[in-house]
């Protein structure tokens, strides 16, 4: 009896230490379970931070290649202009050109090609308050030009007409006065 006694005594000794080992690799597991996760909190926060930094990156890429495109644009378009004036001023080369080239455009066809200039894409998903505010008062600056624009072209156009009204009352009152005998000739010296 006492053998076994001692036996099963052992056995419970054996028992209890592999059950302290255990023990003791089951703490030690959950402490690295533990320290892997914070490991893994750590480094999503730092994943987080490199993303967000880089959108930033993105989006500040993104207004300034649009910045630039409009400044390019404004340039291009002020180009145009004064090479619009300066053809209408200087003899019309842009006309010349125009008829050497073919075809002429029909009205609806040259107002689509401007439209089509002028158009710029509106790219306001990814703009926050401030720069919907800005994207709307550049806008609303472009439309106040337009407008300024029309307003001086139909005062041009008013004035034109005025001329092409005198001008043809001056030579319906001329041809009242030519000869009707011979080549006559509109002019001369006046007394």
Request: net charge positive.
């Amino acid at each position: 009896m006492e053998k076994d006694f001692l036996e099963l005594q052992t056995l419970i000794d054996v028992h209890f230490e592999q059950r302290k080992k255990e023990e003791e690799e089951l703490i030690g597991l959950k402490d690295r379970i533990e320290n892997r996760r914070s490991e893994r909190a750590e480094i999503q926060r730092v994943r987080a931070e490199k993303e967000k930094d880089r959108q930033n990156r993105i989006a500040e890429e993104r207004q300034r290649k649009e910045d630039e495109e409009a400044k390019k644009k404004a340039g291009d378009d002020a180009k145009k202009k004064k090479v619009l004036n300066m053809g209408a001023n200087f003899g019309g080369f842009l006309s010349k050109a125009e008829s050497k080239r073919g075809k002429r455009m029909t009205g609806r066809e040259t107002k689509m090609k401007t439209l089509a200039d002028r158009r710029q894409p509106l790219a306001i998903d990814t703009l926050r308050e401030d720069g919907l505010r800005q994207r709307a008062q550049e806008m609303w600056n472009c439309i106040h030009q337009l407008e300024s624009d029309k307003f001086d072209l139909i005062e041009h156009m008013k004035h034109q007409k005025y001329e092409i009204t005198v001008l043809l009352n001056r030579i319906s009152h001329a041809q009242k006065f030519k000869k009707i005998h011979g080549k006559g000739k509109v002019g001369g010296r006046w007394k």
